[in-house]
């Protein structure tokens, strides 16, 4: 089954939720950055994040950043995403990891840290980007954006973010929601909601289950009148190009290009999203120093 999401909102349009199937899109990132157990839960509960936080923006061009630093070993996190599905990530140390906890959990509170900041950037082709930061609370990531979204935009929300990682440590199912409530919705709702979330299995265990995200909306709000206005296939997706690491190399300015020319002859330069390899020699490399020169 392909990865994607639905965003659904009840019929009297009080509550909304978000509910995403992940599991191909944290396996192409941890082959690409063959991070260690823990770290594909980090990096896939960040991506799943960044997918459905994504997905609230309006247009194509939107662009979010969403910057995990905690004061953990695998240093910051950075996964950039759009609305269209499309999200790419990378980590400081993707192969560091951490032992689980006395439970036998990937213990990513520890590998993360519980100090430290998230940050959201959302470019929406505005003069100045949105940027609201927060406090790490726990480092698990969900607790986080949950904090994020209560501090920094007074909205009450539930986030659930999951990984179970096999045996074989490959990806075997990732997913995750967010519910955010308006303030029409009487407390009464709330505490059904409340005992929904506590009732229902984790989120990666209904996803390895079989369950789809439509089943798991009904699955936790299945008293409320809910409708799918949306859904959105996901992909682990870059968008570097030889354009674009050339614009790169350019705003390196002319000294630098000579001295790779005089000591290499040639470049090779790494997409650290996607991991292509971009090969520049001397020709490309002399044809980047003449467009510098004609600036
Ligand atoms: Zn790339």
Same mark, same amino acid.
């Given at each position: 089954?392909?990865?994607?999401l639905?965003?659904?909102?009840?019929?009297?349009?009080?509550?909304?939720?978000?509910?995403?199937?992940?599991?191909?899109?944290?396996e192409?990132?941890?082959?690409?950055?063959?991070?260690?157990?823990?770290?594909?839960?980090a990096? =896939?509960?960040?991506?799943?994040?960044?997918?459905i936080?994504?997905?609230t923006?309006?247009?194509?061009?939107?662009?979010?950043?969403?910057?995990?630093?905690?004061?953990?070993?695998?240093?910051?996190?950075?996964?950039?995403g759009?609305n269209?599905?499309?999200?790419?990530?990378?980590?400081?140390?993707?192969?560091?990891?951490?032992?689980?906890?006395?439970? =036998?959990?990937?213990?990513?509170?520890?590998?993360?840290?519980?100090?430290?900041?998230?940050?959201?950037?959302?470019?929406?082709?505005?003069?100045?980007?949105?940027? =609201?930061?927060?406090?790490?609370?726990?480092?698990?990531?969900?607790?986080?954006?949950?904090?994020?979204?209560?501090?920094?935009?007074?909205?009450?929300?539930?986030?659930?973010?999951?990984?179970?990682?096999?045996?074989?440590?490959?990806t075997?199912?990732?997913? =995750?929601?967010?519910?955010?409530?308006?303030?029409?919705?009487?407390?009464?709702e709330?505490?059904?909601?409340?005992n929904?979330?506590?009732?229902?299995?984790?989120?990666?265990?209904?996803?390895?289950?079989g369950?789809?995200?439509?089943?798991?909306?009904?699955?936790?709000?299945?008293?409320?009148?809910?409708?799918?206005?949306?859904?959105?296939?996901l992909?682990y997706?870059?968008?570097?190009?030889?354009?674009?690491?050339?614009?790169?190399?350019?705003?390196?300015?002319?000294?630098?290009?000579?001295?790779?020319?005089?000591?290499?002859?040639?470049?090779?330069?790494?997409?650290?999203?996607?991991?292509?390899?971009?090969?520049?020699?001397?020709?490309?490399?002399?044809?980047?120093?003449?467009?510098?020169?004609?600036?």
């Amino acid at each position: 089954m392909k990865d994607y999401l639905i965003r659904g909102m009840d019929k009297k349009g009080r509550l909304r939720i978000f509910v995403a199937k992940t599991t191909n899109m944290v396996e192409e990132a941890r082959k690409i950055h063959e991070t260690s157990p823990t770290a594909t839960a980090a990096m =896939g509960r960040s991506l799943t994040a960044a997918a459905i936080m994504g997905a609230t923006m309006k247009n194509e061009e939107d662009l979010l950043t969403l910057k995990i630093s905690g004061n953990g070993t695998i240093g910051t996190i950075t996964i950039v995403g759009n609305n269209k599905g499309e999200v790419k990530g990378l980590a400081d140390y993707p192969q560091s990891d951490v032992p689980s906890t006395l439970e =036998g959990k990937l213990d990513v509170g520890s590998l993360v840290g519980n100090e430290g900041t998230i940050t959201v950037i959302m470019d929406l082709g505005l003069k100045e980007p949105y940027v =609201g930061q927060t406090e790490i609370v726990t480092g698990e990531i969900g607790d986080d954006i949950a904090n994020f979204y209560l501090v920094s935009e007074q909205v009450p929300t539930a986030v659930a973010l999951g990984v179970l990682v096999d045996k074989d440590i490959t990806t075997k199912a990732a997913g =995750g929601y967010i519910i955010q409530i308006l303030p029409e919705i009487s407390d009464d709702e709330i505490t059904l909601i409340e005992n929904a979330i506590q009732k229902a299995e984790p989120i990666s265990t209904m996803i390895n289950n079989g369950l789809t995200p439509e089943e798991i909306m009904h699955e936790l709000l299945g008293e409320f009148d809910m409708e799918v206005t949306d859904k959105i296939e996901l992909n682990y997706k870059c968008d570097c190009s030889e354009d674009k690491i050339e614009k790169v190399l350019i705003s390196l300015g002319r000294k630098e290009i000579e001295d790779i020319i005089h000591e290499d002859g040639e470049s090779e330069v790494v997409c650290h999203f996607c991991n292509t390899k971009y090969k520049f020699d001397r020709d490309k490399l002399e044809k980047i120093l003449l467009t510098i020169n004609g600036q």
